[in-house]
């Protein structure tokens, strides 16, 4: 089945407008699979560590996926917890992404309540469907003294 989610950067430390990416992703992609989805989108390098953790606001950590005393530990995780095995969280939790830990880019990640439809024959998923604002500078813009 096909879903639908809408990512949101609501944190970063070079964010400077609103940036939203509606995508359509198979149920049944691990959350490595959002991970790369979001980097593809951004256009960020994937050259820092990331989490996906659930609550009720981006500072509340009710629930950590792939929660490993090694990183190694939570890539495994990640790989094999598939969106269908987060979802439905539980009432009043979102789910949230954040990658780098120093300029902490942070993403909200919802789940349309559409109904999930079926695959398209020749279309490749996950792919955005909606696209608000540019992709924001990664690493900021540093003036050479």
Not at 65 to 76: A, I, K, T, V
Not at 103 to 111: M, P, T, Y
Not at 112 to 139: C, D, F, L, M, T
Request: with cysteine; aromatic share 16%.
């Amino acid at each position: 089945m096909i879903w639908t989610l809408r990512v949101e950067c609501v944190f970063g430390l070079h964010l400077e407008e609103e940036w939203v990416r509606v995508f359509e992703i198979e149920s049944g992609a691990s959350l490595y699979d959002v991970h790369d989805a979001i980097q593809d989108a951004s256009d960020f390098d994937r050259d820092h560590l990331f989490e996906f953790y659930a609550g009720r606001n981006p500072r509340n950590r009710k629930v950590v996926f792939g929660d490993g005393d090694e990183w190694e530990d939570r890539l495994d995780t990640y790989a094999k917890l598939t969106l269908e095995n987060v979802y439905p969280l539980d009432k009043g939790l979102k789910l949230y992404y954040l990658f780098d830990f120093g300029d902490s880019w942070l993403f909200e990640i919802k789940k349309s309540r559409k109904k999930p439809k079926q695959p398209e024959a020749g279309i490749e998923y996950p792919r955005v469907i909606e696209r608000v604002g540019a992709n924001p500078p990664q690493y900021g813009r540093y003036e050479e003294e």
